[in-house]
């Protein structure tokens, strides 16, 4: 037998409620340990819209659209499109914790899929561009050693899953051992806060970057500075061979640790002084709130590269969100050369009422009940407001009044409202001076 899987009856249920009017695809949401995997979740994937979809719901209106644009199932596999598949794979990876991914798709229909070649070649192709579009995406971590291919048949009830491990040789499905537990799988909350403080230069050039281009060289920066970093789980450095249940058994059966991030200082053996010129500079500021969900058999190092992934996921998912609502750069304005940004704030999802979390955000203005309909439509579940924290992080507009974080959000925010403010302050009483300059050689001469 080859791998094990393990899950929860209410996924078993969940998969036997597809396929009974035709076929029917989706993601499968989970954690790859290294004995064992869990599937938490299954994903129906939405079928793509076309423009007169889109037109008519902006609208708010139903008249005109196609019924058949908004079902999920269709006629055959071969009818799947494996590159809106492999979009889907990565918008839910951006609202996955750290640690947690897509571990393969789910097809549901009235036939046994996996007999016939065509359909194995067709699923194994939309695996394929899925595994490529993480690997052109290294910072929200979507890569895993096994892909799943879970099958079920509606007429017979019967479901099979089987897992790919090489895509380099000519593709063979393994048989996996998957259970279906009634008890729920324990799951354990690690929780942690970066607080981010950094200036980086950006080198003068002759052809100026954008800003996506500039955050993403941020991003590879704060992903080696975090990689770095050294993780206490309670206040203790633990064996990387120790699983977190000993760790739960010695602090009286608790499901949520305190995890504190340790950054090396940036060491420097010459003493020479370089320097390098620089057209512009960007400010890291904020308060970054990560919530990572593992289970009692994750070894310590499993779970201390799933905080630091949670970490760089988060920040890569609302950087690239912030850069994609921008109507235009802000750069070598002549009215203000310096532009406060603000990336969308993070909100935490109860899935299943269970302690597993997922990710949304929310751009200032945002209400949290807006979240809810890009869950329903990309994650395929109902989620009520009381299964949404929504306080974990604040807004610039509301650091006054939020209770949500230290004391430092706000000296930090501050910063930067106060070297505005000062740059303004500045800059009139520098135009009021000109000014009365020019009356006295006016009158003197």
């Given at each position: 037998m080859g791998r094990t899987v393990i899950s929860e009856v209410s996924l078993r249920s969940r998969l036997t409620s597809f396929g009974t009017s035709g076929y029917e695809v989706g993601l499968i949401l989970g954690q790859s340990l290294e004995k064992e995997d869990y599937f938490i979740h299954l994903a129906r994937t939405p079928p793509p819209r076309t423009k007169n979809v889109v037109e008519e719901s902006l609208i708010g209106s139903s008249d005109g659209i196609d019924e058949s644009d908004s079902k999920n199932d269709f006629e055959s596999i071969q009818d799947i499109q494996e590159y809106w598949l492999a979009d889907h794979a990565t918008d839910v990876t951006r609202m996955l914790p750290g640690g947690m991914r897509i571990?393969?798709?789910f097809v549901a229909g009235p036939e046994d899929i996996l007999d016939d070649s065509n359909n194995i070649e067709k699923l194994t192709v939309s695996i394929v561009i899925i595994l490529t579009n993480f690997?052109?995406?290294?910072?929200?971590?979507?890569?895993?050693?096994?892909?799943?291919?879970?099958?079920?048949?509606s007429k017979t009830q019967r479901y099979v899953c089987k897992m790919i491990d090489d895509f380099r040789v000519e593709c063979t499905l393994k048989p996996v051992d998957i259970k279906f537990r009634s008890k729920r799988i324990p799951w354990i909350e690690l929780e942690t806060t970066i607080n981010l403080d950094r200036m980086f230069c950006i080198p003068a050039s002759k052809e100026p970057k954008s800003l996506k281009q500039q955050l993403q060289e941020i991003l590879e920066d704060v992903s080696k500075m975090i990689d770095s970093a050294l993780i206490t789980i309670e206040g203790k450095i633990r064996s990387s061979e120790d699983l977190i249940e000993i760790i739960i058994a010695n602090e009286n059966d608790k499901n949520q640790l305190q995890v504190d991030l340790y950054i090396p200082c940036e060491k420097s053996t010459s003493m020479e002084t370089k320097i390098k010129p620089c057209s512009e500079s960007l400010w890291l500021i904020g308060q970054l709130v990560s919530k990572t969900i593992v289970t009692e058999k994750t070894s310590i190092e499993e779970a201390t590269r799933a905080i630091k992934e949670d970490i760089i996921r988060s920040l890569a998912s609302r950087l690239e969100m912030h850069v994609d609502s921008l109507i235009e750069e802000e750069?070598?304005?002549?009215?203000?050369?310096?532009?406060?940004?603000?990336?969308?704030?993070?909100?935490?999802?109860?899935?299943?009422?269970?302690r597993v979390t997922l990710s949304s955000y929310?751009?200032?203005g945002e209400e949290p009940q807006e979240a809810l309909v890009s869950l329903q439509e990309l994650l395929d579940v109902d989620v009520e407001d009381l299964d949404?924290?929504?306080?974990?992080?604040?807004?610039?507009?509301?650091?006054?009044t939020c209770q949500?974080?230290?004391?430092?959000i706000p000296e930090n925010i501050k910063k930067v409202e106060n070297y505005l403010s000062n740059l303004r302050i500045i800059g009139l009483g520098v135009a009021i001076l000109?000014?009365?300059?020019?009356?006295?050689?006016h009158n003197l001469y």
């Open positions: 571990l393969g798709i690997l052109n995406n290294q910072y929200l971590y979507g890569t895993n050693r096994y892909y799943y291919i879970l099958t079920y048949n750069n070598d304005s002549p009215e203000e050369n310096i532009t406060l940004h603000e990336p969308p704030r993070r909100i935490l999802i109860h899935l299943h009422k269970s929310l751009f200032p949404i924290q929504k306080e974990i992080e604040c807004h610039a507009e509301s650091i006054d949500c974080g230290p004391s430092i000109i000014g009365v300059i020019a009356m006295v050689f």
